[in-house]
């Protein structure tokens, strides 16, 4: 049963739960926090599957899952998991019924011309869920940070490279001063050791996290550098060290992620960032 204190305030809907999950995370015990990782990473497989199923694919027991439950003030897993449910039923429609035109493409006939229809459909998806999941107070938070930094550390390995290596392009195209950490001479610390107050960093990346990513940003939020980092899950080691973090989860095909939604944000985020200096450097803006 539950306890008393969980009892008070039972989350009543999914950005509820995940809202209290994220103020309890640092004081779940190490199998709730598996299954809340796993829950926030995972929730339409939350919303499907069956207590045996999810548990095989967190790694705990069924139990796990039902003590999981009571700790947030549900009666079981069954009531959390109406949770999930509800939050489908309330998504924008229009995936599946594009999914089955994609399908009954001709294209579609022919292999490759498949793999092409499965991208853009996951491309789509991604798109769809970005528009809808970025905060756009926070992201203005982010770009206010952003523009008002000396100098702006972009900090990105393997599948997140090619959006720092973007946004370092488009920075210098636009007069942003910034430095692209990652470098063929191994300068990485020392080029960090320069970052100060009033700099500011830009971190990415997506599971299995890059550790050099998630210690690069620690240390400079340790130097007082404000962090803003884009990610794929509440417990990525990039959210702990983050002023602003985004939480974006790309769609697949076939196991591959493509970088469609993220490559969108960056192009923004950067294109914001220039205007907002432009506006702070005319006199039109803090």
Same mark, same amino acid.
């Given at each position: 049963? $539950?306890? $008393?204190e969980?009892?008070?305030?039972?989350?009543q809907?999914?950005?509820?739960?995940?809202?209290?999950?994220?103020e309890?995370?640092?004081? #779940? $015990?190490k /199998?709730?926090?598996?299954?809340a990782?796993?829950?926030?990473?995972?929730p339409?497989e939350?919303?499907?599957? %069956?207590?045996? +199923?999810?548990? %095989?694919?967190?790694?705990?027991?069924?139990?796990?899952?039902?003590?999981?439950?009571?700790?947030?003030?549900?009666?079981? !897993?069954?009531?959390?998991?109406q949770?999930?449910?509800?939050? &489908?039923r309330e /998504?924008?429609?229009?995936?599946?019924?594009?999914?089955k035109? #994609? +399908?009954?493409?001709?294209?579609?006939?022919?292999?490759?011309?498949?793999?092409?229809n499965? !991208?853009?459909?996951?491309?789509?998806?991604?798109l769809d869920?970005?528009?809808? *999941?970025?905060?756009p107070?926070?992201?203005?938070?982010?770009v206010?940070?952003?523009?008002k930094?000396? %100098?702006?550390?972009?900090?990105?390995k393997?599948?997140?490279?090619?959006i720092?290596s973007?946004m370092?392009?488009?920075?210098?195209? &636009?007069k942003v001063?910034?430095?692209?950490?990652?470098?063929?001479?191994?300068i990485d610390?020392d080029?960090?050791?320069?970052?100060? /107050?009033?700099?500011?960093?830009?971190?990415?990346?997506f599971?299995?996290?890059?550790?050099? *990513?998630?210690?690069?940003a620690r240390f400079l939020?340790?130097?007082?550098? $404000?962090?803003?980092?884009?990610?794929?899950?509440?417990? *990525?080691?990039?959210?702990e060290?983050s002023?602003?973090? !985004?939480? #974006?989860?790309?769609?697949?095909?076939?196991?591959?992620r493509s970088l469609?939604?993220?490559?969108?944000?960056?192009?923004?985020l950067?294109?914001?960032?220039?205007?907002?200096r432009?506006?702070m450097?005319?006199?039109g803006g803090?």
């Amino acid at each position: 049963m $539950p306890t $008393p204190e969980t009892t008070m305030d039972v989350p009543q809907d999914f950005e509820a739960l995940k809202a209290v999950i994220l103020e309890r995370k640092a004081q #779940l $015990p190490k /199998r709730l926090k598996q299954v809340a990782a796993y829950s926030l990473d995972n929730p339409d497989e939350i919303a499907f599957g %069956t207590a045996a +199923s999810i548990a %095989t694919s967190a790694d705990v027991q069924p139990s796990t899952l039902v003590r999981f439950a009571q700790h947030f003030g549900f009666e079981g !897993f069954s009531s959390l998991q109406q949770i999930f449910r509800a939050r &489908l039923r309330e /998504r924008t429609p229009g995936y599946e019924e594009r999914l089955k035109a #994609l +399908s009954q493409n001709e294209h579609s006939k022919l292999e490759s011309g498949s793999i092409f229809n499965g !991208f853009v459909a996951a491309a789509h998806r991604s798109l769809d869920n970005v528009a809808t *999941s970025v905060d756009p107070e926070a992201f203005e938070r982010a770009v206010d940070i952003l523009a008002k930094a000396d %100098t702006i550390y972009l900090i990105a390995k393997r599948r997140s490279y090619p959006i720092s290596s973007y946004m370092a392009y488009a920075f210098g195209k &636009l007069k942003v001063k910034y430095q692209h950490v990652g470098t063929a001479a191994g300068i990485d610390d020392d080029m960090l050791a320069m970052a100060n /107050r009033q700099d500011a960093a830009f971190a990415v990346s997506f599971s299995p996290y890059a550790s050099e *990513s998630a210690s690069q940003a620690r240390f400079l939020a340790s130097r007082k550098v $404000p962090v803003i980092s884009l990610t794929d899950s509440a417990f *990525s080691p990039l959210a702990e060290s983050s002023k602003v973090w !985004f939480e #974006l989860v790309e769609a697949d095909h076939a196991g591959f992620r493509s970088l469609s939604a993220s490559m969108a944000f960056a192009m923004a985020l950067t294109v914001a960032i220039a205007e907002k200096r432009q506006r702070m450097a005319d006199g039109g803006g803090q």
